[in-house]
T-cell receptor, first 114, second 114 residues
Framework: DTGVSQDPRHKITKRGQNVTFRCDPISEHNRLYWYRQTLGQGPEFLTYFQNEAQLEKSRLLSDRFSAERPKGSFSTLEIQRTEQGDSAMYLC????????????FGSGTRLTVV | QQQVKQSPQSLIVQKGGISIINCAYENTAFDYFPWYQQFPGKGPALLIAIRPDVSEKKEGRFTISFNKSAKQFSLHIMDSQPGDSATYFCAASPGYSSASKIIFGSGTRLSIRP
């Protein structure tokens, strides 16, 4: 169990640029979640996958955001035409089937839009 | 999306004291209530969780008390230690067995004074 891995750890981008983040979940976990966390706040749900199927998207996830999980393994989160309000920590988590084990979170990708 | 309200926002406790963090929820469909601990630069980590069919769960120095009729639950940290200094999030989920998305409170920054 090597944990949930996120890449990159930090990303600084200019407003209007596109960015992509990657998440590698724990191998036996079939559910993968993306959350966004701003300073002093709790994580906010963005979307989740069961295997390769995207089962739910938050209204927070505007048309500029897209997430994929090809082949039910790693996942990518892309933000197009970034805005300063997108600056946040983007957290990925995975879980086993059944909720009793909770989520295992990665260390996150901190995005700064300048 | 303030479905889980957490208080206080920050808390300072002397070493050896009891730390108490409170949460309240509105959605009666919630049936899984985890607590997460987050250190700076890290993702949240599951600390302890409870289902509404029990009123209390204890794991080491950490205890969750649950009041279903009042829709409130709390975390007690006994014999608080400097290493417990972190941000704590209560959370709730509507689907224990289905690993549905978890909704987080806004967090409590806990500082343990030596």
């Amino acid at each position: 169990d090597t944990g949930v891995s996120q890449d990159p750890r930090h990303k600084i981008t200019k407003r209007g640029q596109n960015v992509t983040f990657r998440c590698d979940p724990i191998s036996e976990h079939n559910r993968l979640y993306w959350y966004r966390q701003t300073l002093g706040q709790g994580p906010e749900f963005l979307t989740y996958f069961q295997n390769e199927a995207q089962l739910e998207k938050s209204r927070l996830l505007s048309d500029r955001f897209s997430a994929e999980r090809p082949k039910g393994s790693f996942s990518t989160l892309e933000i197009q035409r970034t805005e300063q309000g997108d600056s946040a920590m983007y957290l990925c988590a995975s879980s086993r089937p059944g909720g009793e084990y909770g989520y295992t979170f990665g260390s996150g990708t901190r995005l700064t839009v300048v | 999306q303030q479905q889980v309200k957490q208080s206080p926002q920050s808390l300072i406790v002397q070493k050896g004291g009891i730390s108490i963090i409170n949460c309240a929820y509105e959605n009666t469909a919630f049936d899984y209530f985890p607590w997460y601990q987050q250190f700076p630069g890290k993702g949240p980590a599951l600390l302890i969780a409870i289902r509404p069919d029990v009123s209390e769960k204890k794991e080491g120095r950490f205890t969750i008390s649950f009041n279903k009729s009042a829709k409130q639950f709390s975390l007690h940290i006994m014999d608080s230690q400097p290493g417990d200094s972190a941000t704590y999030f209560c959370a709730a989920s509507p689907g224990y067995s289905s690993a549905s998305k978890i909704i987080f409170g806004s967090g409590t920054r806990l500082s343990i004074r030596p």
